[in-house]
């Protein structure tokens, strides 16, 4: 195939005839339209609307970022005014403390003659 030889946008130069083997070299004659040559602008409107998504996405983005910096620096802020405006006083009271009477203490002398006591109270209720 001819590296100047242009052709229309899908075509399958496998599928063409292969030229015959001439000793004279054939030119193609000069058309004056030119050829359609597949550009970048020819989808201006897929491409721009593709950058438009993107910014849009980097705007939100950059917006969410800037909310939850200020949320978090607003509660921050919340929580040392909420530890440091505690101002209850504890007042300190005397009270008496408990003491056991002789029956709550407890002596264990012998845990079988215990065990056979706790068994017989038991039977009867």
């Known amino acids: 195939m001819d590296p100047n030889n242009n052709q229309p946008l ?28 597949p550009t970048l602008a020819d989808d201006p409107k897929g491409k721009s609307s593709k950058v438009v998504i993107l910014l849009v996405i980097l705007l939100l983005l950059v917006v969410g970022m800037v909310a939850y910096s200020m949320f978090a620096k607003n509660q921050m802020n919340n929580a040392k005014k909420a ?19 002789p029956e709550e203490d407890l002596q264990i002398n012998s845990p079988e003659a215990d065990l056979r006591e706790l068994d017989a109270d038991v039977k009867g209720l």
Request: glycine share 2%; no cysteine; charged share 5%.
């Open 10 to 37: 899908g075509t399958n130069p496998v599928a063409q005839p292969a030229p015959q083997a001439t000793s004279v070299p054939t030119t193609q004659p000069a058309s004056d339209s030119p050829s359609p040559v």
């Open 83 to 101: 530890a440091t405006e505690n101002t209850s006083e504890v007042i300190a009271s005397p009270t008496l403390a408990p003491t056991l009477t």
